[in-house]
């Protein structure tokens, strides 16, 4: 027989005192952590269907991922959607970054109906830089993240602030080149801006032009239109959506159940057809407004026309028939 665990933390499955493990979707912190294995085990040879792959597991369907820091010239913010966050995270490799990983510190998390939001105001983009020279750099911030409340438990929002970045550069590499200035002058220099490379913020400022033009993308592969026959279909139904007026919600009508009697049931009767007779005569003057409304100047002429000709002709008619029957009176 097995001796029971030393371990005093264990309980029996079968024991009074066993309790369920917490799943994961209560720790929203693990799930950054997960999302740091699968950037580690990324290689040289992770290509667009790998990222893609990456952007499914963590990041929602509608999810938006911004950007907030200031440069020289002034703040930036940038938000891309969720088809553009895959060649986000590939260019901040592609511009020589050998690893990257997110550290959270003293996180706040609240619980709503359908999402857990997750405060951290002490958060640390660490990112391994292997050229142009051995580089840490730390960049730190604000990073607040929305998960969904459910099994997957992806991100919907992402919204990083930056604050302040450091760039480490091993002691080691400046001893060995201490006797040459101008190594020393290129190693004080920074390689990245707010802590982000050129790669990124090249990629950020093409986004600020991509992201209104998913809508024609998603058209163009999904109807293999042209590019000037999705401009033109796109702006067609914005066009519609603004001229069209909105839809009049209808009140319900409650109807009252009346006794049935024979001389209110022939008085109801009577009461219905003349009821049903003015409404006949007045719902004929709105059809002919909406009629006016959609026909243009030039048909309602061209419809009117020949309702003209025909009752002048009547008119006619009548009037020289009366003129018969009157010259035959006289004659008599």
């Known amino acids: ?10 309980s029996s499955p079968f024991g009074p005192f066993y309790r369920r493990h917490t799943p994961y979707m209560v720790q929203p912190e693990y799930r950054v952590y997960e999302m740091n294995k699968r950037l580690q085990s990324r290689t040289e040879d992770s290509d667009n269907l790998w990222w893609d792959a990456f952007a499914t597991e963590f990041f929602e369907d509608d ?16 938000t891309i959607g969720r088809t553009l966050i895959p060649r986000y995270f590939s260019t901040v490799f592609e511009g020589g970054v050998t690893d990257l990983y997110y550290i959270l510190k003293h996180s706040k998390e609240s619980y709503h109906n359908s999402s857990i939001t997750v405060d951290c105001d002490q958060c640390a983009m ?9 580089t840490k750099v730390c960049t730190e911030g604000r990073l607040i993240l929305e998960f969904t409340f459910d099994d997957l438990m992806r991100i919907k929002t992402w919204h990083f602030t930056i604050r302040q970045y450091r760039e480490l550069v091993p002691r080691s590499i400046l001893a060995m080149h201490a006797q040459d200035p101008q190594v020393l002058d290129q190693l004080s220099k920074n390689i990245t801006r707010m802590g982000l490379t050129n790669f990124t913020l090249n990629y950020l400022r093409l986004c600020v032009i991509l992201e209104p033009m998913q809508e024609l993308m998603s058209r163009h592969k999904t109807y293999n239109l042209s590019p000037r026959d999705c401009l033109k279909t796109c702006l067609f139904q914005k066009w519609q959506r603004m001229v069209a007026p909105p839809e009049p919600t209808r009140q319900p009508t409650t109807k009252r159940r009346k006794r049935k009697n024979s001389t209110s049931s022939t008085s109801n009767s009577s009461a219905g057809n003349n009821a049903n007779s003015t409404g006949s005569k007045k719902k004929t003057p709105a059809a002919n407004l909406s009629l006016s409304s959609q026909v243009p100047a030039e048909g309602m002429a061209a419809i009117l026309a020949p309702l003209e000709r025909r009752t002048r002709e009547r008119v ?17």
């Open 1 to 10: 027989m097995s001796s029971t665990p030393h371990d005093p933390f264990y």
């Open 63 to 78: 999810a938006t991922l911004t950007l907030s820091f200031c440069l020289e010239d002034g703040p930036k913010r940038y």
């Open 126 to 134: 660490v990112t391994q830089h292997g050229k142009p020279m051995f």
């Open 316 to 332: 006619d008619s009548r009037w020289g028939c009366d003129g018969g029957r009157r010259a035959n009176s006289d004659g008599r």
